[in-house]
């Protein structure tokens, strides 16, 4: 906190443990299982490479524009609307914030169904007993961040380290017992598993490679708290570090325990099931009081993001103005009432749903590409345009090379994606355009240029196309 109280500022550890609580939440737990089912570990190597390599060339790019346009605030949507207008910068803020809220929803599932292997009144997380106690956690939640960011902030940290805790020993425990001729077994896919090509095996992991790394901007999207400006970049890149390390242990060392075939055909969370299997029942309750930390704190973080975001863009009038308002303590409310709002409806839902998790965990993946790819592509506008870098060359040159294969990963995981789940996001992104109309006419500015026409009866398109494909069955969720 500074002198003044009114601004409150995060120093680079609390943005740090930003970026790891947002990246640390349920799909590190999942992890074993899920790259089980898809690949052995040489097929994972190459996953975690092209996951991690294109994830990292993301992470210095937000750094590049967090140190290159220090007046963009909120940066996933600033940095669209940057460089491509505004129905492209509300496109991706968004579908961030939808897929965000999504997100959210797949916690309090995770939450409920890990708690229904202890309570069976809470089943598989869609009783009404587990709704009505997601729904109180939801509200507590949301009263304790209206009292401030700063607050909130503090408890993500002190959240962070305590989570990381069970990670780390599930890590040490499996490096004891690492049997190096089971994983030389299962190295080139083991035995009893479907036989698929190295680039099936790899395309596979995408969409929970993006969902474990969703929160990798979590410090860009914070950066007007920063106390300084160099700590938004320094923050991404070491929190990503962290992360990556943590994610790629978890799912390498089981292939050294446990037989592939084991290993795939563990219920969720992996993790918790993997520990059980190598020292007993009390491997599974410590996992699963770390998930139930980690979600927690994972779902604070991102009410905290999805606030932002949504907040950001109502004080730059590109939703309606008053999400853009913040009470007394400074925290976006109207935005916050807004997306908890979304997250009940979403939470309640879950009650008519055959597999909740799954699916809004791949929902959540495939709405936050098109905000990713739209802030790879502005930093490779950036880059060669030449703006902000005078002759700095060599610093242009490398930027312009993570700028473009960030460009090139982006639009891989479009296309790994799928078409199912690319229909499924335009039925929410075109409706979500309401918003967009609100704010323009509140402004009494023209709705859209000639292109931004094109792109909204796109999405129109598609949405009715997905639309048909559920109605007919061709599309199954």
Known sequence: MTANPSIQKLSLFALTAMVVGSMVGSGIFSLPRTFGIATGPFGAIFAWCIAGGGMYTLARVFQAL???????????????????????????????????????????????????????????????????????????????????????????????????????????????????????????????????????????????????????????????????????????????????????LVTMLPYAVLHRAEIADMRQPSMATVLEAVVGHWGAIFVSVGLLVSVLGAYLAWSLICAEVLSAAGRTRDMPALFGTENANKVPAAALWLTNGIVQLFVISTYWSQDAFALMLNLTSVMSLIPFFLVAAYGLLLVRRGETYGKESSDRTRDMVFAGIAVVYTLFLIYSAGMKFLLLSLILYAPGTALYFWARLEQKARVFTAVEWVIFIAAAVGAAVGIHGLATGYITI
């Open 66 to 248: 967090a140190e290159r346009k220090p007046e963009l605030d909120a940066g996933v949507y600033a940095y669209a609307k940057e460089g491509f207008g505004d129905y492209p910068g509300f496109l991706s803020a968004f579908g961030y914030w939808i897929g965000s809220c999504i997100g959210n929803v797949s916690y309090w599932v995770l939450i409920k169904s890990t708690l229904g292997a202890f309570f069976p009144v809470f089943g598989d997380g869609n009783t009404v007993i587990a709704i009505v106690v997601a729904s109180i956690g939801i509200w507590l939640f949301h009263f304790m961040i209206l009292r401030g960011v700063q607050q909130a902030a503090a408890i993500n940290t002190i959240v962070t380290i305590a989570k990381i805790v069970p990670i780390l020993v599930f890590i040490v425990i499996l490096i004891i017992g690492f049997k190096a001729d089971l994983f030389r077994t299962n190295f080139w896919g083991g035995e009893g598993m479907p036989d698929k090509s190295l680039f099936e095996q790899i395309r596979a992991t995408m969409l929970v490679t993006v969902f474990v790394f969703l929160g990798i901007e979590g410090a860009s999207v914070y950066s007007r708290y920063a106390k300084e400006r160099a700590h938004v970049g320094a923050a991404t890149i070491l929190g990503f570090t962290i992360v990556t390390s943590l994610m790629v």
